[in-house]
């Protein structure tokens, strides 16, 4: 009788690529997901949960993406900051100052939340606009993702 091997991955055995996406007219919160999933490297067949096997992924134009129905106007984004009350702002008001802060929060919300989430978001390098950015030493490979 022969018996099956599970394989698990060491840290450093899996090579890392670099991606490249482009965000424009992709909603949010289905392209945070796709590339939640290149992150923690469950694309690959090596993934293992407790090792980071995931890729690097750059995001250019996350000044275009879409948000749908109402959830520009009716998303609310509050925080404390350390005096009495909270501090609230619509999405609107959020994407209009920091678009790359709206879609990196979306993409580490959909991570594990453990201390392995920071790795893997620390791979994430998301770009307001153009395709200029300062990773072309890497090659990035275009990722095409099938989101809208």
Excluded: C
Aim: aromatic fraction near 8%; hydrophobic fraction near 35%.
């Amino acid at each position: 009788m022969t018996t099956q091997k599970t394989y698990m991955a060491k840290p450093g055995e899996v090579p890392q690529n670099w991606h490249l996406v482009d965000a424009s007219d992709k909603i949010v919160g289905r392209l945070a997901s796709e590339i939640a999933m290149i992150l923690m490297g469950k694309h690959r067949p090596t993934y293992t949960p407790h090792v980071d096997t995931g890729d690097y992924v750059i995001v250019t134009n996350v000044d275009k993406v879409v948000f749908t129905g109402k959830k520009l106007d009716q998303k609310r984004y509050t925080w404390y900051t350390g005096y009495g009350g909270l501090r609230v702002e619509t999405a609107r008001e959020r994407f209009e100052r920091y678009p790359e802060r709206i879609f990196t929060e979306a993409v580490r919300r959909m991570l594990p939340k453990n201390k392995l989430a920071t790795k893997m978001l620390a791979k994430l390098k998301v770009y307001k606009s153009g395709e200029q950015h300062p990773h072309q030493a890497q090659q990035p490979q275009i990722l095409e993702l099938e989101t809208k």
